[in-house]
């Protein structure tokens, strides 16, 4: 991982856009503060660990959630639509 502060990547954007090609991740300071991150871009999300972790954190909170509304079952033409009389 690489530190560049604001005013070199500005300087040399298309190297720092190579690097993540490249699979390296470089962090951006100012002021000697890291501020952004710029990694590469997973072609599939659920290979990116951050995205399953996301992911994960969902499914944990949506299962914890108690099951609401009404089930009916299957919904027909005729429900929709009227039976035509």
Request: zero cysteines; aromatic letters at 8%; a negative charge.
């Amino acid at each position: 991982m690489r530190e560049m502060t604001v005013w070199e990547a500005k300087g040399s954007f298309s190297q720092v856009i190579a690097a993540a090609e490249r699979g390296e991740t470089i962090i951006i300071t100012k002021n000697g503060t890291p501020v952004a991150r710029i990694t590469p871009h997973a072609a599939d999300r659920a290979s990116d660990p951050e995205w399953r972790s996301a992911f994960a954190a969902l499914e944990r909170s949506l299962r914890s959630k108690p099951a609401t509304g009404y089930r009916v079952g299957t919904i027909t033409e005729d429900d929709k639509y009227g039976d035509g009389e």
